[in-house]
């Protein structure tokens, strides 16, 4: 009889053993991001900004080469006083120059600022729609592989094709435009 009993009570435990396990999954978010066509448009304008701050900032640098050249060129015709009003307003224009490049494409330039703004709202998108299947399809945790904490997985537990797919097909769906007005 307690053999019984005991052989009941590991047969029940044994069984009950999968009710306790927990459910793992994880997601590529750089493949992600690099594939989310939303993501890919935004990073597109950005580029664009990037771009014509360069482009600017390279004038400007042009135009300050013009001057010390002028200036050099002109050094022997120049009485002191005007060859030293010449350089400062050089010297002005540098600084404006590194000023232009810091407010724009600095650290936390306008870049910087932009990059977020139009960023932030399609990540929370996408960690909104992992967290949503990870509820509805009863994940205990969804792990980043991009992050590099993953040392091992197996395929079957790979849900970026599916945030991939869903959001794509949701971003075809709809009609809105990029936060700047951009394109799609």
Do not use: C, W
């Not at 990073?43 to 701050?53: G, L, P």
């Not at 967290?131 to 197996?154: N, P, Q």
């Amino acid at each position: 009889m307690k053999k019984s009993v005991m052989f009941s009570m590991v047969i029940v435990f044994l069984f009950s053993i999968p009710l306790f396990a927990q459910k793992f999954a994880f997601v590529q978010s750089q493949r992600i991001l690099a594939e989310y066509q939303e993501f890919v448009d935004v990073q597109n304008k950005i580029n664009e900004i990037k771009n014509s701050y360069e482009a600017e900032y390279q004038k400007m640098v042009e135009e300050y080469n013009k001057m010390l050249d002028e200036i050099d060129s002109q050094s022997l015709l120049l009485s002191p006083e005007k060859k030293q009003e010449k350089l400062n307003e050089a010297q002005q224009k540098a600084v404006a120059i590194e000023q232009f490049k810091y407010q724009k494409l600095g650290p936390e330039g306008e870049l910087y600022k932009k990059n977020l703004e139009f960023s932030q709202p399609i990540i929370k998108k996408i960690n909104d729609l992992i967290a949503k299947i990870g509820e509805e399809e009863g994940y205990d945790f969804i792990f980043d592989a991009s992050s590099g904490a993953l040392v091992h997985a197996l395929p079957k537990y790979d849900l970026t094709e599916k945030i991939i797919e869903s959001l794509n097909k949701g971003s075809a769906s709809t009609t809105t435009s990029a936060p700047t007005g951009g394109r799609k």
